[in-house]
């Protein structure tokens, strides 16, 4: 419970700094998860084709390639967490809002605020446990259980490295909403495949 206690005030603390330099963070942010969902999608295309080598591998010559298929499901991890707040900067995750959008205005702007601070709270206690057991996954020197015995611990620490950028985002939307003026505007995506608003 006193770890607990610990995230949260820690939560606090980021939310003030980011209060104060405002429009930099978003920036920077911003900049963050371009980067990191270029890393997602360069290591959706080498699982790809690690996947192919491994089929031809297997089927064309008679030699699967070893330890493919824990090397595949270590990269998907970070496939998902590079990628989980820029998703989230852009209202890109399925979420159910027929109630919601049914409430006045002011009703709906303070019951996203009130989400996105519970989310950002849970966000921010999964990212603190998440990085201890990344770190026990290091200490241990945890491998896969087959050759050529992968380590975990790259897997294991994008994890919480995802949940404390999303976290992060989503303090940046409180403050979008509380001081519109201050924060530049939310990231809209005007391509055919999102839905207006």
Request: hydrophobic share 55%; glycine share 6%; charged share 15%.
């Amino acid at each position: 419970m006193t770890e607990l206690l610990y995230v949260v005030i820690a939560a606090l603390v980021v939310t003030v700094a980011l209060a104060i330099v405002t429009a930099r963070a978003e920036f920077l942010m911003r900049h963050i998860e371009q980067i990191l969902t270029y890393c997602s999608v360069g290591l959706i295309l080498c699982v790809m084709v690690w996947v192919c080598g491994e089929v031809i591998g297997r089927y064309v010559f008679n030699s699967p390639l070893p330890g493919h298929l824990e090397g595949a499901e270590l990269l998907l991890p970070m496939i998902v967490f590079f990628g989980v707040s820029y998703v989230q900067a852009r209202d890109g995750h399925v979420g159910m809002t027929f109630v919601v959008e049914a409430l006045p205005k002011k009703v709906r702007r303070v019951t996203d605020i009130l989400s996105l601070v519970v989310s950002a709270l849970t966000c921010a206690a999964l990212a603190y446990f998440g990085a201890k057991q990344a770190w026990l996954a290091w200490i241990y020197e945890d491998v896969t259980m087959s050759p050529p015995y992968w380590p975990v611990w790259p897997s294991a620490a994008v994890i919480p490295m995802g949940y404390g950028m999303l976290a992060v985002r989503m303090v940046l939307q409180i403050h979008q909403k509380l001081m519109p003026d201050r924060f530049p505007p939310p990231i809209t995506d005007h391509s055919e495949i999102h839905s207006a608003e």
